[in-house]
């Protein structure tokens, strides 16, 4: 009789652990609630970031508009209808090639060098305004030439 009873447990135990295996164990709603608000907290604290004012020159025109911290210039000119030429989005491919005129910029995770930079280059997928600024689009060979010439 103890054999039987310690069979039956054995089975139940196998067939609780392969129904843990092959079936997702679903999350409390109350849970699935907080992360939700807090996505939307992360979503809050990311717009209310500091808005700058940004001249971005292109084609010989002036553009003006208010770019939030954790936006990108390129995104906050495409967003704006400025059709700055651009590519990869990561500071990989330089064809979103410009120069800093006036203001502040972060440039954290750029792949320019940093005599590039102190030239006033930037990338405009992966500058940041940090204060109120002015930036023009130039051709990509202008950068090209900077970054790196008298490599090869
Ligand atoms: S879009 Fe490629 S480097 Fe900016």
Not at 67 to 85: F, W
Not at 102 to 111: A, E, I, L
Request: hydrophobic content about 40%; some cysteine; overall charge negative.
């Amino acid at each position: 009789m103890k054999c039987l009873i310690a069979l039956q447990v054995s089975v139940l135990c196998s067939w609780l652990l392969l129904a843990t295996c092959f079936y997702r164990i679903p999350v409390p709603i109350k849970h699935a609630h907080q992360t939700a608000g807090r996505r939307t907290e992360h979503h809050l604290k990311l717009h209310a970031k500091p808005k700058h004012k940004v001249c971005i020159k292109h084609e010989g025109v002036n553009n003006f508009l208010e770019v939030n911290e954790s936006e990108s210039i390129l995104d906050a000119a495409l967003d704006a209808g400025i059709r700055l030429p651009h590519d990869c989005k990561m500071g990989v491919c330089l064809r979103c090639s410009a120069k800093v005129t006036s203001g502040q910029v972060d440039q954290t995770g750029t792949t320019l060098d940093d005599s590039v930079i102190e030239q006033g280059f930037a990338l405009t997928c992966m500058t940041f305004a940090r204060s109120e600024l002015s930036i023009e689009s130039v051709e990509e060979d202008e950068l090209v030439n900077a970054q790196f010439s008298g490599r090869y």
